[in-house]
């Protein structure tokens, strides 16, 4: 009685247990499949040729840097001494990777009667010499040994240079740029403004030094090259006058940019014979009527003492040149008068 009474309630219930089956089935698919993409993918080993000291191995390893590589297979590391390559943080990420490890050892370098000792991964002689603070040239020669005296030189590796009494040596030096100017008349006199930045060039030198027991007693340039050209600057400078001498003013007192007040006046006489002092030539009359000559210098009076002939001064109408004196330059010797076309109006 009791058996059939189970099998009428199996009957009933056998959908429904079948569903539940299920349910359970697919939630713990779901979990699963969860879990497997919380969980970091699994990285494969992969073979590792490790070169140490010339000597070659295989390491298979899940690292995915050099440094993991290393701090996994057991192998210690003097960063500060040691070469190692690729270095200590590139990635393992190609599909055969080589690291190269090359462990400090100590050497002696003798250079004449300099001795070092230097603990150093350098292989080449060249490498190693730099390590110990010496410069190796391409004529001096080196030769290797073991320490003939161990309480001297200790278990370490022993490179001798013998240095060539002649060696070639090369250096670079600048080439300065040179500096183009821009008159504008539109910007006040002591405005400047780059419109190109000049560059300097780089030249190379080349010497050959004489060497007597290892310290050079000559050296004699043998070449020099142009590696890289300068670039001018280009300046563009304001030639307006700010507060100009003018004919109604008859005088007025001009402060230089280095802070000299000039008492500033004007004549207007022919310059032909003035223009002789500064090797001949003509003028013009420009067209606020100052007399200027071939490059646009105001034709200007001034103490010699002060302001040599041919100088070039500043003037409160621009740039000018000393081509003239007079007697007014005795009492003001700092004052300038200007050669103007205001008087005669004739344009001479």
Not at 67 to 80: F, Q, Y
């Amino acid at each position: 009685m009791i058996t059939k009474s189970l099998y009428r309630l199996w009957q009933h219930r056998q959908p429904m247990i079948a569903c539940l089956l299920g349910l359970s089935v697919i939630s713990g698919l779901i979990v699963a499949s969860y879990a497997s993409a919380q969980s970091p993918a699994a990285v494969p080993a992969r073979l590792v040729t490790v070169v140490e000291n010339g000597r070659e191995r295989a390491v298979y390893s899940t690292a995915s840097s050099v440094r993991e590589l290393i701090a996994t297979s057991g192998m210690k590391i003097d960063a500060s001494h040691d070469s190692v390559s690729p270095h200590l943080d590139a990635s393992l990420t190609q599909a055969a990777p080589t690291v190269i490890i090359q462990r400090a050892r100590l050497v002696t370098v003798i250079d004449g009667k300099k001795r070092s000792r230097v603990l150093t991964a350098a292989q080449t002689p060249q490498d190693i010499a730099k390590a110990a603070g010496m410069v190796l040239y391409r004529e001096d020669r080196v030769s290797f040994q073991t320490p003939g005296n161990i309480a001297l030189d200790g278990p370490s590796e022993m490179m001798t240079i013998h240095r060539a009494p002649t060696h070639t040596v090369t250096a670079e030096e600048p080439i300065a740029f040179a500096t183009e100017t821009i008159k504008d008349k539109q910007q006040f006199i002591g405005s400047k403004t780059i419109k190109r930045a000049g560059q300097p060039g780089i030249r190379r030198l080349t010497y050959t030094v004489e060497m007597k027991d290892g310290a050079e007693v000559q050296r004699r340039l043998t070449a020099q090259t142009v590696v890289k050209q300068p670039t001018a600057q280009v300046e563009v400078v304001g030639t307006k006058p700010k507060n100009p001498l003018t004919k109604s003013k008859g005088a007025h007192h001009f402060t230089d940019s280095k802070g000299v007040s000039h008492r500033e006046t004007y004549y207007d006489l022919p310059m032909n014979v003035a223009m002789h002092n500064c090797g001949g030539g003509t003028y013009t009359i420009r067209g606020d009527g100052a007399k200027v000559d071939k490059d646009g210098y105001i034709l200007v009076a001034a103490n010699y003492s002060n302001y040599p002939r041919c100088s070039v001064v500043e003037t409160s109408m621009g740039p000018g040149k000393v081509y003239d004196t007079g007697s007014f330059a005795t009492k003001h010797p700092h004052g300038f008068d200007l050669a103007t076309d205001w008087t005669k109006a004739d344009g001479k």
